[in-house]
């Protein structure tokens, strides 16, 4: 764990900022003890899970040692930008946490863990409570910062646990702005040509579009670009077929996206994933919600296949891409999805433009970098 965030004179924020720092890396807080917020969201490794495992890290391991989900772990980078979900006027869904929006805001997010069966495991809230109050320093700080009789109640405790997590992810150690794009726009330092180049593409409606879903301020006046709209959309994501066979559920199981949502129940939600920021997606890989592509530049050519023929093939396995998982409220029947093809030069040149969105602490995880 690094050292803590905050001296001695802290804020009402700050402290429980502190506090959920600690209980960001307690492993007790999972049934077997082996797990912590950071053991998925790994601060070393851009907040993903980056721990060997049988699927590549493609989904997370259990608690229990032997239990996959069905979806990667996103980064918990820059996560608190995320607003709480809406639906505008026209039926279009934004915000929310998880990459179903289940959840509103970092609270709710930071609570779901440890309750999840193929996750932290713990029975129930009151069994994490008794957890928390094994420690005499929580015990008293819990009692400082959210009254004398927090512990009398364990779904209040349960809540002020979720919420000084949630005040953590808050902090610039998640969403320093210090990456090489950040430092450009600055005018400290300059884009390379073929950086250059990714940036014209990326920003350009013309020629790919990618700011209509990845891009909240206007060109110009990017800093602190989050690099999503936070919207939703099925993009015809492929089921990994890797990960359906270790956690059991089967290629026929299909992952509805947003219409897992528990108050969501419109079918022209079905397969539609929310919208990822693109801070650090260098570093963390693999890449969709279930982990199916392996490489940045794979997932580029995903994208592209819609709109070039010479995109048959999968380069991850020389064989033609998959089938939609969910073969409804396609993405590309959308006008917005239409671009041009892209040659070989311009997909390097955005991913080249896409490294220089890591943070400067994770530069050294960059391929060919010391």
């Known amino acids: 764990m690094p050292p803590l965030l905050y001296g001695a004179e802290l804020t009402e924020a700050g402290a429980k900022a502190q506090l959920g720092q600690l209980l960001f890396f307690d492993v007790n807080l999972s049934n077997n003890r082996s797990q912590s917020c950071a053991t998925c969201h790994n601060p070393e490794h851009g907040f993903i899970d980056n721990r060997a495992n049988a699927l590549n890290a493609m989904v997370s391991l259990g608690d229990d040692g032997y239990s996959f989900g069905d979806r990667n772990a996103p980064t918990a980078s820059y ?85 000084s997590i949630a005040e953590f992810e808050k902090t610039d150690f998640f969403s320093p ?56 959309h099925n993009l015809g994501v492929p089921v990994n077929l890797a990960v359906r066979t270790a956690n059991g559920l089967g290629a026929d199981h299909l992952d509805r996206g947003l219409l897992e949502h528990p108050r969501i129940d419109d079918e022209n939600q079905a397969g539609k994933f929310k919208v990822p920021t693109l801070r650090n997606v260098a570093v963390t890989g693999p890449y969709m919600h279930n982990g199916v592509f392996e490489d940045l530049r794979t997932t580029i050519l995903f994208y592209d296949k819609f709109n070039n023929s010479t995109r048959q093939l999968n380069p991850e396995t020389g064989q033609p891409w998959g089938a939609a998982e969910v073969n409804q409220n396609l993405a590309l029947e959308d006008e917005e999805f239409d671009a041009p093809a892209l040659t070989d030069k311009e997909v390097d040149a955005l991913v080249a433009f896409l490294i220089t969105l890591t943070d400067q602490r994770y530069e050294h995880l960059l391929v060919g970098e010391e």
């Open 177 to 232: 702005f210090d990456s090489k794009y950040d430092r450009y726009i600055k005018g400290e330092v300059e884009l390379s040509q073929q950086e250059s180049l990714g940036e014209a593409l990326f920003f350009s409606q013309q020629f790919t579009n990618c700011n209509g879903c990845h891009q909240l301020k206007t060109f110009g006046n990017s800093l602190g670009e989050t690099f999503s709209n936070y919207e939703y």
């Open 79 to 163: 996560a608190s930008f995320i607003p709480v979900i809406t639906r505008t006027d026209a039926g279009v869904f934004r915000g929310g946490q998880f990459l179903d929006g289940r959840e509103r805001d970092l609270a709710g997010q930071a609570g779901g863990p440890p309750l999840n069966p193929l996750e932290m495991g713990m029975p129930d809230k009151a069994s994490v409570v008794a957890r928390l109050q094994e420690n005499d320093y929580y015990f008293k700080r819990f009692a400082d910062l959210y009254g004398d009789d927090i512990f009398q109640d364990s779904e209040a405790a349960y809540h002020a646990m979720a919420d």
